[in-house]
C-alpha cells in the first residue's frame, strides 16, 4: 500500500482587477461599452466574470497565467 499526502498553501492573497476603460465616473451614451482592464493574481487569473443587470453571468477569455488582459463589449445599455 502506498500513501500519498498532498499539502497545499492556503491562497491568501486576493486577486486583484483594473478597469482602464471606460474610465471611472464615465457616462454612456451609446447601447454598447467596451471594457478593458487587466488582472492578477500571486498563483494565476483562471477566468473573469461579469454580470449585466442580473443576467447570466458571461466570462472573458483569458490566458491562465498570474497577469492577463482582457477587453470584452457590453450592449443593450441605455443612455447616461
Known amino acids: 500500500t502506498t ?3 498532498v499539502k497545499r498553501r492556503p491562497d491568501t492573497v486576493a486577486p486583484t482587477l483594473t478597469v482602464a476603460a471606460p474610465i471611472s ?3 454612456v451614451s451609446e447601447p454598447r461599452v467596451r471594457v478593458q482592464g487587466s488582472a492578477q493574481d500571486d498563483r494565476r487569473v483562471r477566468r473573469i466574470t461579469w ?3 442580473g443576467g447570466s453571468e458571461q466570462t472573458a477569455l483569458v490566458s491562465r497565467s498570474g497577469s492577463v ?3 470584452f463589449e457590453i450592449t443593450g ?3 447616461g
Do not use: C, E, K, W
Open 69 to 71: 488582459d482582457f477587453a
Open 51 to 53: 454580470q449585466q443587470a
Open 3 to 5: 500513501t500519498l499526502r
Open 25 to 27: 465616473g464615465a457616462t
Open 77 to 79: 445599455l441605455a443612455a
